[in-house]
């Protein structure tokens, strides 16, 4: 898998999952879009491992069929026409990490974006899936309609996970403007308590 910079959220939120995700492992893309991330997971997992990828519109899943199929690996991903909310009742295992990126889909004439409600309750399922040492990594947006709650809304769910049992991170880039996205990172602890 090709190494890109840090020139944005999606570049650390990418490294971050090089860290947690090795081969045969099973992993989620919350919100599958373009399929970007899906691709990139897909590359991690190999072709022993899993993704499962959630998307409401079914415009995106067609987009990250393409995408995968143009790569030569559609088979690694399971694709999902349905809320992430219901990623607890749909993934049947522990899973290494889930990636969010949140916000609405680049491009497309749907107005379907994430929103704090639901974001919240499939991050809460997140939580619940990984693995222990396994990670969510979050690219949280402010600048649209709904996003300054929906960042609000994550930050505050990431600040209430019980120290010990998760590490939670916010890193946001110093030298972009206020409204650039940042990321949100939560690793569930190695450690039993
Ligand atoms: C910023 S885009 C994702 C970009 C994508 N990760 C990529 O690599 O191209 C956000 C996506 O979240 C999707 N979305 C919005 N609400 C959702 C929900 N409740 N469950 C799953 N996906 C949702 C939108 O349809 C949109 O495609």
Known sequence: VKREGLGGAVGLCHLFLRLAVHPGDTVID???GNGHDT???AGLVGCAGKVWAFDVQSAALDATRLRLA?????ERVNLVNISHEKMGEIVPCR????????GFLPGSEDESRTCSKSTISALEQAAGLLL???????????????????ASAVDGWASGLAPGRYNTWRAKQLNRSE??????????SLKKL
């Open 30 to 32: 919350a919100t599958c």
């Open 39 to 41: 691709l990139f997971l």
């Open 70 to 74: 143009e790569a030569g690996c559609p």
């Open 95 to 102: 899973v290494r990490a889930v990636v969010f990126n949140l």
């Open 132 to 150: 222990p040492g396994g990670v969510i990594v979050a690219a949280v947006y402010t600048g649209h309609e709904g996003g300054a709650e929906e």
């Open 179 to 188: 409204q650039a996205p940042y990321v949100v990172i939560v690793e569930k």
